[in-house]
């Protein structure tokens, strides 16, 4: 299943001490950036000081060619400027992916997620930990279903993530019926 993070499980990252481990130091940091810009693993592990303009992060991105302008949150910020907006190389895709995977563990990522999928033509029932299910594309799915639940209008979004189609870009709403409902009972609708 394609999972999202919340913002507290974002800050359970945040506030790991990785000191100790490098590896797993620097993916953590590269994928909070993610969390926090919804860039795809080709763009966030090639973000240069010159990428920096002011309190955004503009690129041109290398899957569309699109370019974006993503405001720096206060996390991004900070760990740009922990490695003097110049950090260490990223790992590549399959083991930044596993190492992610450990660094969920020790976050305490461990809620259960259920999911059905079709295995040699049988539908099977699956349970386990979210954090075995973390990839660098859980980064972007994060952003986008976070700002979803801020309130941002989904315009704004799509020119952040660079999504030109609608129906693409909702793939990206991880969002559950609850956390939809939590939502919904904070707006005026329901307030009259």
């Given at each position: 299943?394609?999972?999202?993070?919340?913002?507290?499980?974002?800050?359970?990252?945040?506030d790991?001490?990785?000191s100790?481990?490098?590896?797993?130091?620097?993916?953590?940091?590269?994928?909070?950036?993610?969390?926090?810009?919804?860039?795809?693993?080709?763009?966030?592990?090639n973000?240069?000081?010159?990428?920096?303009?002011?309190?955004?992060?503009?690129?041109?991105?290398?899957?569309?060619?699109?370019?974006?302008?993503?405001?720096?949150?206060?996390w991004v910020?900070?760990?740009?400027?922990?490695?003097?907006?110049?950090?260490?190389?990223?790992?590549?895709?399959?083991?930044?992916?596993?190492?992610?995977?450990?660094?969920?563990?020790?976050?305490?990522?461990?809620?259960?997620?259920?999911f059905?999928?079709?295995?040699?033509g049988?539908?099977k029932?699956i349970?386990?930990?979210?954090?075995?299910?973390?990839?660098?594309?859980?980064?972007?799915?994060s952003?986008?279903?976070?700002?979803?639940?801020?309130?941002?209008?989904?315009?704004?979004?799509m020119?952040?993530?660079?999504?030109?189609?609608?129906?693409?870009?909702?793939?990206?709403?991880?969002?559950?019926?609850?956390?939809?409902?939590?939502?919904?009972?904070?707006?005026?609708?329901?307030?009259?």
């Open positions: 299943p394609k999972i999202f993070l919340t913002m507290d499980e974002i800050q359970s990252l945040v790991l001490d990785l100790n481990n490098k590896m797993k130091e620097v993916v953590r940091d590269y994928f909070v950036i993610s969390c926090m810009t919804s860039l795809r693993y080709s763009d966030f592990i973000i240069k000081e010159e990428n920096i303009k002011g309190e955004t992060i503009q690129l041109i991105t290398k899957k569309t060619g699109e370019q974006v302008v993503i405001p720096i949150s206060k910020k900070d760990i740009f400027i922990k490695y003097n907006f110049n950090l260490d190389p990223a790992p590549c895709n399959q083991v930044f992916n596993k190492v992610l995977k450990d660094v969920g563990l020790m976050a305490g990522l461990d809620e259960l997620i259920t059905s999928k079709t295995i040699g049988v539908k029932v349970t386990c930990k979210k954090y075995q299910l973390l990839t660098c594309h859980t980064g972007r799915r952003m986008i279903s976070n700002c979803i639940l801020a309130g941002i209008a989904t315009p704004q979004i020119l952040m993530s660079a999504h030109k189609s609608l129906k693409v870009f909702q793939s990206y709403v991880r969002i559950d019926q609850v956390q939809n409902a939590e939502k919904l009972a904070s707006h005026t609708f329901f307030n009259n």
